[in-house]
């Protein structure tokens, strides 16, 4: 009796098995869709240098629209900026070109200064050269050292997921002009 139960529960486990097979297998065989199982993850750590320069002939960020309140904010509340900075390997604005940091940021906070990012941050070096990982995140500017979350890529970055911390190096108060240290950490797939 005990012998027929285990072979009893031995068949239904075989059945149970080959069902969850079969419906592994079902989902992989639709026409518009298929799921793959892709291996391997990458992690990729970068380090550079931002260069916001707000102030002077050439500014990278330029201010493209503002609220009637913004003039009243002591955090700016409203105003919102387009940059094209550059990136570059060492805090030196003369070191090595290594990509660009281009989008909008504009401020969110009312009480602080918070910055929100929505920038893309394209690279021209090396493998990198073409690849480029999206910025969303508050900037809390003020704070020595913040954290902003990286939400996707292309190229050597497809399917990024991640996150910048971001320090300034240097910067000056009276124009905003600022160089800002970033470390980040990419995962992707092979
Ligand atoms: C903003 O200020 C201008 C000039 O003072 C005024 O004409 C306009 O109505 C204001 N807009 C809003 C949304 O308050
Ligand atoms: C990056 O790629 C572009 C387009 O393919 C090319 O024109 C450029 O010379 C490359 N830059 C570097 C630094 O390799
Ligand atoms: C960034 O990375 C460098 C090199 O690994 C390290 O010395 C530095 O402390 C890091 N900065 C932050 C804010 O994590």
Redesign the pocket.
């Known amino acids: 009796m005990a012998r027929l139960s285990l072979i009893v529960m031995l068949i239904s486990l075989v059945i149970t098995m080959a069902s969850a097979q079969s419906q592994e297998d079902g989902s992989n065989q639709v026409g518009w869709a298929k799921r793959v199982d892709t291996g391997k993850e990458v992690v990729t750590n970068l380090h550079f240098y931002f260069h916001d320069t707000v102030s002077g002939k050439n500014p990278s960020a330029v201010r493209v629209a503002q609220a009637n309140e913004t003039t009243n904010s002591l955090t700016l509340f409203g105003a919102l900026l387009m940059a094209d900075d550059p990136l570059t390997e060492g805090p030196d604005p003369s070191s090595k070109l290594v990509g660009r940091a281009r989008g909008l940021y504009g401020s969110a906070a009312q009480t602080e200064l918070g910055l929100i990012m929505v920038m893309s941050y394209c690279f021209?070096?090396?493998i990198y050269?073409?690849s480029s990982f999206s910025i969303l995140g508050l900037n809390p500017a003020i704070n020595p050292v913040r954290e902003m979350s990286i939400v996707g890529g292309t190229g050597l970055f497809r399917l990024a997921r991640g996150y910048a911390i971001a320090q300034t190096y240097w910067l000056d108060p009276t124009t905003g002009d600022a160089i800002v240290g970033y470390n980040v950490t990419v995962a992707t797939y092979i």
């Open positions: 021209t070096e090396g050269n073409g």
